[in-house]
Structures are given as C-alpha cells and as structure tokens.
C-alpha cells in the first residue's frame, strides 16, 4: 500500500467503526488526469446512503485538518458493493464458497476470466470449482478477483 492510502486507512478505521461499519477498503488512484480518494465501507445489514453520508461528513474534516494528500482530490465514501474485489487475506477467507470472477494477466485454461466457487486461498494462490473441474491460479498471475453475483 501506499503511505497516502496505510495513512488513511489508519485515519479511517475508528471513524468508519464508530458509524457502525467496516472499512473495506481505500483507494488513491488518479482517472482522466484527477485524483480520487475513495473509501469503502461495508455493513453486515447493508450500507445505506446515510452510513456513507455519515462517515463522509466524519471523515472529510479530519482529512483537511491533517492535509495528508497534496493537491486537489475527489473524496468518495460509498458501499464496497455486491461485487466488491477481494484484496486482503481476511476477505478472500469470509466468501469461501462464494461464486467468484478470476481474472488473469495472461490465459490459462483457455480464457484470461474464469467463474467458479471459491473453494481454497493460500498465500495468494486462489482455487475455484467450475463446472465440476477444480482449477488452481497462482497469486503472480492473478490480476483481480471479485465476487460476482449468480
């Protein structure tokens, strides 16, 4: 991670926690030439407009107080979503089970994208069933996967 993203992140966590949610996760990407900050939140009820709101309007004062980020940024607060990327470990473990999108930097089996059920994680290594065929892809061919809804 970044030092501008493990900084809010830190920043981030007690807030998100204190609106009741969890933090997924934060990105600082740059698109069309401008910066985004973009935090996601999730909820085991589901996040609403008002909890995103609501860590928003926490959140953005502490950003300008502690002026971490140089420059002009969009700040976004939103739900992880139904078909959120799985990043860390921790998330890879909580959807084991779940239908899965694999895609890859480079073919494998025939197709760069590959749907099955999440059915193992080790050390970045991701291993789904499809079509009753286990397939097994290595972490450093891995370029996402995010859960995708049936």
Same mark, same amino acid.
């Given at each position: 991670?970044?030092?501008?993203?493990?900084?809010?992140?830190?920043? @981030?966590?007690?807030?998100?926690?204190?609106?009741?949610?969890?933090?997924?996760?934060? %990105?600082?990407?740059?698109?069309?030439?401008?910066?985004?900050?973009?935090? *996601?939140?999730?909820?085991?009820?589901?996040?609403?407009?008002?909890?995103?709101?609501?860590?928003?309007?926490?959140?953005?004062?502490?950003?300008?107080?502690?002026?971490?980020?140089?420059?002009? *940024?969009?700040?976004?607060?939103?739900? @992880?979503?139904?078909?959120?990327?799985?990043?860390?470990?921790?998330?890879?473990?909580?959807?084991?089970?779940?239908?899965? %999108?694999?895609?890859? *930097?480079?073919? @494998?089996?025939?197709?760069?994208?590959?749907?099955?059920?999440?059915?193992?994680?080790?050390?970045?290594?991701?291993?789904?069933?499809?079509?009753?065929?286990?397939?097994?892809?290595?972490?450093?061919?891995?370029?996402?996967?995010?859960?995708?809804? @049936?």
């Amino acid at each position: 991670m970044s030092k501008i993203v493990d900084q809010i992140t830190q920043l @981030a966590e007690p807030i998100v926690r204190e609106a009741g949610c969890e933090l997924w996760d934060v %990105e600082y990407i740059k698109e069309a030439g401008e910066w985004f900050l973009r935090v *996601y939140i999730d909820k085991a009820t589901g996040v609403s407009i008002n909890d995103c709101e609501r860590v928003s309007r926490a959140l953005d004062p502490e950003l300008d107080e502690l002026d971490i980020i140089p420059g002009q *940024y969009t700040f976004e607060v939103s739900s @992880a979503g139904a078909e959120r990327q799985l990043k860390r470990p921790q998330d890879f473990m909580q959807f084991i089970g779940h239908l899965v %999108e694999v895609r890859l *930097y480079r073919p @494998a089996h025939g197709a760069k994208e590959h749907l099955g059920t999440l059915t193992a994680y080790t050390d970045g290594d991701v291993t789904i069933e499809t079509a009753g065929e286990t397939r097994q892809f290595i972490k450093n061919d891995i370029a996402m996967v995010k859960l995708r809804i @049936a």
